[in-house]
């Protein structure tokens, strides 16, 4: 069976729902089309002791402000996935699920979706699945060898699971300082990064982030010098739990190993760290796989776009994989000013 429609949305986390808002509010018709058993997107599956870095006001999807969570200043992912559930019965949001997307292929003035239920044909489509499925792990020497658990960020839970064990925590970004700082006061820790870990200012949030990816954004789009962006400020936002454990000189950071041994690590100096676990915070890849059809991926596996708009192929829409789909476009608040752009640019390419 074969359905219809003007606008094929895959993905129903935080950056559908966004594309969602704009295509409803232009008129168009469209669906969602959405893996997940229940709302909520990636954050359903984060780890319990997550924390946004901005106040809910500032980490809101266009249309409507986050509401705050009680007795907290930075809202936790389970207030984001409550809140993702809310906004989509809000704004009565069609989405199909689960629905689990195969493949897109050109059909003529469409582009069909093929998905485990039937097939959809859209004259558009905004692919929107991120990066949470997608966790990469890095080509280090003896990875096979290590006898012990090894877990990507994907996995983790909460510390209670690695209580009294000894864990290696690999990565330098904001996953890696967080579940570092989770597993500080009852395991023993090791904490390994690429370079020295640098933490932002302690008042400097979410909020500071956003303006600073604009300010690059608009920079590079006018010719002028690149400001740096976020990379400039710092890789680390120091949300509370950070700020406590690195101030009890909890969170010390060693450089990155040289390989791992049957049960531990070991540096190039010959030094030696025994572990019964490695978890690997070591970021993600965007989900393509379903686009792989259209032939449109580079060398590199990316797929070269202006704006949201696929180069080679406009009728295609890549949402919320980062600053590359526009700038801090990962985020909740920041995905709303391309999914704005992206449903005006598929008006115009439907009128």
Same mark, same amino acid.
């Given at each position: 069976?074969?359905?219809?429609?003007?606008?094929?949305?895959?993905?129903?986390g935080?950056?559908?729902?966004?594309?969602?808002?704009?295509?409803?509010?232009?008129g168009?018709?469209?669906?969602?089309?959405?893996a997940?058993?229940e709302?909520?997107?990636?954050?359903?599956?984060a780890?319990?002791?997550?924390?946004?870095?901005?106040?809910a006001?500032?980490?809101?999807?266009p249309?409507?402000f986050?509401?705050?969570?009680?007795?907290?200043?930075y809202?936790?992912?389970?207030h984001?996935?409550?809140y993702?559930r809310?906004?989509?019965?809000?704004y009565?949001?069609?989405?199909e699920?689960?629905?689990?997307v195969?493949?897109?292929?050109?059909?003529?003035?469409?582009?069909?979706?093929?998905?485990?239920?039937g097939?959809?044909?859209g004259?558009?489509?905004?692919?929107?699945t991120?990066t949470?499925?997608?966790?990469? *792990?890095p #080509?280090? !020497?003896g990875? %096979?060898?290590? +006898?012990?658990?090894?877990?990507?960020?994907?996995?983790? $839970? /909460?510390?209670?699971?690695?209580?009294g064990?000894?864990?290696?925590?690999?990565?330098?970004g904001?996953?890696?300082?967080?579940?570092?700082?989770?597993?500080?006061?009852?395991?023993?820790?090791?904490?390994?990064?690429?370079?020295?870990p640098?933490?932002?200012a302690?008042?400097?949030?979410?909020?500071?982030?956003?303006?600073a990816?604009?300010?690059?954004?608009?920079?590079?789009?006018e010719?002028?010098?690149?400001?740096?962006?976020?990379?400039?400020?710092?890789?680390i936002v120091?949300v509370?739990?950070?700020?406590?454990?690195?101030?009890a000189?909890? *969170?010390k #950071?060693? !450089?990155m190993? %040289?390989?791992? +041994?049957?049960?531990?690590?070991a540096?190039a100096?010959? $030094? /030696?760290?025994?572990a019964?676990t490695?978890i690997w915070c070591?970021?993600?890849?965007?989900?393509?796989?379903?686009l792989?059809?259209?032939g449109?991926?580079g060398?590199?596996?990316?797929?070269?776009?202006a704006?949201?708009?696929?180069?080679?192929?406009?009728?295609?829409?890549?949402?919320g994989?980062?600053?590359w789909?526009g700038?801090?476009?990962a985020?909740?608040i920041?995905?709303?000013?391309?999914?704005r752009?992206?449903?005006?640019?598929?008006?115009?390419?439907l009128a």
């Open positions: 069976m074969t359905s219809r429609t003007q606008v094929v949305v895959i993905g129903g935080q950056a559908g729902l966004a594309a969602g808002y704009h295509l409803r509010r232009l168009l018709d469209f669906v969602i089309l959405d997940q058993t709302p909520g997107g990636a954050w359903q599956h780890w319990d002791s997550l924390r946004l870095f901005s106040p006001a500032y980490s809101s999807l249309g409507w986050m509401p705050p969570q009680v007795g907290e200043e809202p936790d992912a389970a984001v996935v409550q993702l809310d906004y989509e019965k809000r009565e949001l069609p989405v699920r689960p629905v689990r195969i493949g897109v292929h050109r059909d003529g003035v469409f582009l069909r979706v093929e998905t485990d239920s097939a959809w044909q004259r558009a489509v905004i692919s929107a991120g949470w499925w997608r966790p990469f *792990l #080509a280090v !020497p990875r %096979a060898a290590f +006898e012990g658990r090894q877990l990507h960020t994907v996995e983790y $839970t /909460r510390p209670q699971d690695f209580a064990r000894r864990v290696i925590v690999v990565g330098g904001n996953s890696g300082a967080q579940i570092a700082a989770d597993l500080a006061y009852d395991t023993e820790l090791t904490w390994v990064t690429q370079r020295p640098r933490f932002l302690d008042d400097i949030d979410g909020r500071a982030l956003f303006d990816a604009t300010a690059r954004r608009r920079a590079l789009d010719g002028r010098t690149d400001t740096g962006g976020v990379a400039s400020l710092g890789d120091a509370p739990p950070v700020r406590e454990a690195r101030d000189g909890l *969170l #950071a060693s !450089p190993f %040289a390989r791992l +041994e049957r049960d531990g690590v540096w100096d010959g $030094t /030696r760290t025994p019964d490695v070591t970021g993600f890849r965007p989900a393509l796989s379903h792989a059809p259209l449109l991926r060398r590199r596996g990316h797929i070269a776009t704006g949201t708009r696929s180069s080679e192929e406009p009728r295609l829409h890549l949402l994989y980062g600053d789909t700038p801090a476009s985020t909740l920041g995905v709303g000013r391309p999914a752009d992206t449903a005006r640019d598929i008006a115009g390419l």
